[in-house]
């Protein structure tokens, strides 16, 4: 079964940093792209960032910060996928969810069949 664990989450001072780690098993890793959705309180889900072997896409159409300010990455040996946060601001406050199930990257959470469960990220002024 494909499996995402999402972890890392918790409270963050504006200006600071967080890395959030997306634990995947049940498929091989470059088979589908992984992607980080985020949701705050009372919003939609929006897309963050993907990755698929060496493409790494930022989704800015809420936040044109996103590219400057996350970094996504991969370690092979761990079937892990990383968000980094830098800069945390408190519009960074959500839940933030990891999803796979595409071989194709997009920002659009209906493309992933499968989801894991989310870490709260809250970031304090």
Known sequence: D????????????????????????????????????RQAPGKGREGVSCIHGDKKYYYDEYDDSVKDRFTISTDYAKNTVYLEMTSAKPEDTAVYSCATGEERCSGWARTYRFWGQGTLVTVSS
């Open 2 to 37: 494909v499996q995402l664990q999402a972890s890392g989450g918790g409270l963050v001072q504006a200006g600071g940093s967080v890395r959030l780690s997306c634990a995947v098993s049940g498929f091989a890793f470059d088979d589908y792209s992984i992607a980080w959705f």
